[in-house]
């Protein structure tokens, strides 16, 4: 009688442990690349100008079995390395991003709205996630072409937002006859490895 009690039960962990293992096999994580190259550009009074991020991270799990999903994509950014090439104007994004209590900028996705494939390997998708800047998180939708090229998964968007919706006083100079303009424009191009 504990026998026949028994048997569904272990059928039933057997189900659940293979469709684990299977998931697994279908899931795959990606780590972002060096390579890869994230620039923030703005406008100026006197010229537009642009940000390199020299330090960024970030994950990318995909599954692709039947159908192609994003079940993960977050990254990050070292607020101290966004550099223009220039000092005096690092110093003031630094100050604008209060770069002593807030180190990094990140992006985190919460779910995939639209994702619209274009060919085998070629996907264009947005995703809705939590962009965090100087402390603020606010909630956005990212747009980008997603490309699948053997171990690697290619991201390239742009997203454009206003530095004052978190908190960022747009920089001034020369006393503050040149203004930088409170829009700006973050292009990413990102190289994902498995």
Do not use: C, R
């Amino acid at each position: 009688m504990n026998y026949t009690l028994k048997t569904p039960i272990l059928y039933l962990l057997f189900f659940v442990s293979t469709l684990f293992s299977f998931q697994q096999l279908v899931s795959q994580n990606y780590t972002l690349s060096k390579s890869s190259v994230l620039s923030v550009e703005g406008t100026s009074s006197l010229h537009d100008w642009e940000l390199n991020a020299e330090e960024q991270s970030g994950n990318l799990n995909v599954s692709n079995s039947e159908e192609f999903t994003i079940n993960k994509l977050d990254f990050s950014v070292k607020a101290e390395s966004l550099k223009s090439g220039k000092s005096a104007m690092d110093k003031k994004t630094f100050k604008a991003l209060n770069t002593d209590k807030h180190k990094k900028i990140t992006f985190l996705m919460s779910s995939v709205s639209q994702l619209e494939k274009i060919s085998e390997s070629h996907f264009k998708a947005t995703v809705k996630g939590k962009l965090t800047i100087s402390g603020t998180t606010k909630s956005v939708s990212l747009s980008f072409n997603l490309k699948i090229d053997g171990d690697k998964i290619y991201l390239n968007g742009e997203k454009s937002l206003k530095m004052t919706d978190y908190g960022v006083e747009p920089p001034k100079a020369l006393l503050g006859t040149i203004k930088t303009g409170d829009e700006i424009k973050i292009i990413f191009k990102s190289v994902f490895n498995k």
